[in-house]
C-alpha cells in the first residue's frame, strides 16, 4: 500500500510542476497563406487570452465584461487623463480613452453591446501584459521573447528594414473552433509587439479588438 501511494504522489507531482516548464508568451503557430507564402504564424488559445494580464491586476477575462468605466477603474486604478469622445453613429456612442504613464487603454461604447475594451497600448516599462506567465513590455530584450515571435521579427525585420520590425501574436476562436477544412478559426484580437528598428529591445506592445 505504501508502494502505491509513493508512485500517486511523484506523478501528482509531476502534472503540478508542468504548467511551470511550459510558460511562455506563446509556443503554437499556424499555417498562415499571405500570397501564396506560407509562414507559421504565432497564436494563443481563447482561454490563454483570458488569462492575459495589465500589469498584474486587470485581466482579459474581468475586462472584457465589465459594464462600466468606472468599473474598469476600480480594477486599474486611476488614470492621469480620461478623453471622452463623442461618435453617435454606425451604432457607436462614445470612445473613452484612460491614459497612465505608458499605458493607455480604450474602451467604446455600443448601443447593441454596451461598452467593449478596444486597444491597450503598452508603451513605457512602467507597464506590461502578462502573456503566458511572462512580462512583456517595452524595453525587454527580444531573446526573452519566445522562438515563433522572434522569428517572426526577423522575418518582418529582413522584408522592410526601415520600418519598425513587428510580430503579432493572434487569438485562437473560443473553444477551438476551426473551418471546414480543419484551419484555425481567429478571433478579430490580435496582439502586436513591435522592436525598435537597429535594435533587439521592444518598443511597445498592443492588444486590439474590431468592435
Known sequence: MKKVTFIITIIATIFTFIPYIVKGQTKKTFENNTRGHTVDTPY????????????????????????SIEQAIRILGNPKERNITEINSGGYKKSTELVYDGLRISYLETAANGIQLEVVEVTSDN???????????????????????????NRSKAKRPDDDPHATIFIERKNGTKNKRGETILEHTEIRIEQYPGSSEVKSVTLSRII
Open 44 to 67: 494563443i488559445s481563447y482561454e490563454e487570452f483570458n488569462n492575459i494580464s495589465i500589469d498584474g491586476r486587470g485581466y482579459m477575462k474581468t475586462l472584457l465584461t465589465v459594464r
Open 127 to 153: 507597464h506590461f501584459l502578462g502573456i503566458g506567465g511572462k512580462k512583456v513590455h517595452p524595453g525587454m530584450p527580444n531573446n526573452k521573447l519566445d522562438q515563433p515571435l522572434r522569428k517572426e521579427l
